[in-house]
């Protein structure tokens, strides 16, 4: 069965257990209310009786009559009204009508009476009068009436159960026709809600379809109402998602297609110029005086190829969490000296001068070699990117923290650039590709990594003509536990 139709019931029955139990409950509560009205009209009409008829003599308050006339004629007025009426004496007797046969008062309701108690009966059973006809079922209402604390008089006032009855079928007819409507009513109405319901999720099949067929700008609009727009707001987050994943793999795939081209290309040419050299040798074909210089090349070449090959593995290593650090305290001075000296021919070879701004000792808990790693690949950038310029490498402590930075007077970069350059193979200046440093395109993406597995934080401000700046912060060995602690 369609999920339509399956509402539609829902509702259906849902509304029609509602009417239902509407119409019962109206339907006892008119019985109800009919009775009790016709039970006050029959208390009015025997207190109306009494008044009229009641004769008690003001010398001797036990003798009690009645005005017969008076009687005959309320009687007619009420048998017109389809009512009845009998009077009963102090001693459970009838006293009117006089030709009447019926049994006196049971003594359970006698008792009541006495106690001036007003009793309210539905006769079911039909009564046989003195000339043996039997008398429709009737509803009646036993009255005490006291005169100085004594009982003078019962009247009992009855109506036909009948008539009654008529009332309430017809109040019943009209309210089964109403029901009947309102069936109907219920109906059209849970064909409506169904159908608004399944086309909503209808909108959100079609939409499911879209994107399972590779179209991913699908929105749906969501007013936020009900646990439907909640399941449009995360289709809506889906999509998105889905979009922004396939734009990063997009992104990525091209740059993995660059950094093969990129990297088959610096493979090749070492590795042309390595079996070049080795035909040479092979051939004698190399002057005695060149060989050295042409060892030294190979030499060369073959460490170009190690460290392309290795900024892979640590890439790798790194991003599937298989680097353990080393963390302990240290003077970065020490290594920052090391990493100048280390690099202060290559900054020559670009007309770079490269400064320490660094005071005698400044500790920073890290890992000895990572934060070589770190600081070499940023001031290797620099260098690659400053032509003829200043390159400044600072050190100063912080509250609980160790900040480093490393500023250029290059070329700079633009605020697109800056927003990608952590992430892989990508390269601020294709145009540089094949310079002998930064061959990959990976060297920053490492940098970024190292830098999170030591809980600290790393950031670059860049101005295109004007320079780079890149702020490393190392968080001190409490910081660093607190971090962790957040982390796991």
């Known amino acids: 069965m369609k999920l339509m139709y399956q509402q539609m019931l829902g509702f259906f029955a849902a509304i029609t257990i509602i009417l239902v139990l509407l119409g019962v409950s109206y339907t006892q509560m008119t019985r109800h209310m009919v009775y009790s009205n016709t039970w006050n009209s029959l208390e009015k009409y025997s207190n109306s009786l009494i008044e009229q008829s009641l004769r008690i003599s003001s010398n001797d308050d036990k003798s009690v009559n009645f005005d017969t006339t008076a009687l005959e004629n309320s009687e007619r007025l009420l048998q017109n009204q389809a009512m009845s009426v009998t009077i009963y004496s102090s001693t459970n007797k009838i006293v009117f009508p006089a030709n009447l046969y019926q049994q006196s008062i049971n003594k359970k309701d006698w008792q009541k009476l006495q106690k001036n108690k007003i009793i309210h009966k539905v006769v079911d059973r039909r009564v046989r009068n003195k000339k043996g006809r039997i008398s429709p079922a009737m509803t009646e209402v036993m009255k005490p009436y006291f005169y100085n604390h004594k009982l003078v008089a019962v009247v009992v006032m009855g109506a036909f159960v009948s008539d009654i009855n008529t009332n309430i079928n017809q109040i019943n007819h009209n309210l089964i026709r109403a029901l009947l409507v309102s069936i109907l009513v219920a109906i059209v109405a849970s064909y409506i809600l169904a159908r608004y319901y399944t086309n ?260 670059v401000t860049s101005k295109e003509g004007v320079g780079t700046t890149f702020t490393v912060i190392f968080p001190d060995q409490h910081q660093t536990n607190v971090d962790r602690a957040k982390t796991d």
Request: glycine share 4%.
């Open 200 to 459: 909503r999720i209808n909108r959100l099949r079609v939409a499911t379809n879209q994107v399972s067929q590779g179209d991913y700008d699908v929105q749906m609009t969501s007013r936020n109402r009900d646990e439907i727009d909640d399941l449009i707001n995360d289709f809506n987050g889906m999509t998105h998602s889905l979009k922004a994943s396939r734009e990063e793999i997009q992104r990525q795939e091209q740059r993995r297609r660059e950094f093969m081209a990129n990297a088959s290309h610096e493979m090749r040419t070492p590795l042309t110029t390595i079996n070049g050299l080795l035909e040479g040798l092979a051939y004698d074909a190399i002057p005695e005086e060149s060989k050295e210089e042409s060892i030294d090349l190979m030499r060369s070449e073959t460490s170009r190829l190690i460290r392309l090959v290795n900024e892979n593995l640590d890439y790798e290593k790194i991003r599937s969490n298989q680097i353990t650090l080393n963390l302990h305290e240290f003077n970065a001075v020490d290594a920052l000296h090391n990493i100048a000296e280390q690099l202060k021919q290559k900054a020559d070879d670009s007309g770079d001068t490269l400064e320490l701004e660094v005071p005698t000792e400044v500790q920073v808990y890290a890992d000895y070699d990572r934060f070589v790693q770190i600081m070499f690949n940023i001031t290797q950038n620099a260098i690659q990117f400053t032509q003829d310029g200043h390159i400044t490498i600072s050190a100063q402590r912080g509250y609980e923290e160790t900040i480093i930075r490393i500023a250029d007077t290059g070329m700079g970069m633009s605020d697109e650039q800056v927003k990608n350059i952590w992430e892989r193979y990508y390269k601020a200046d294709p145009s540089r590709k094949n310079t002998k440093y930064g061959e990959s395109g990976l060297g920053l993406s490492i940098v970024h990594q190292l830098v999170q597995l030591h809980h600290g934080k790393i950031s």
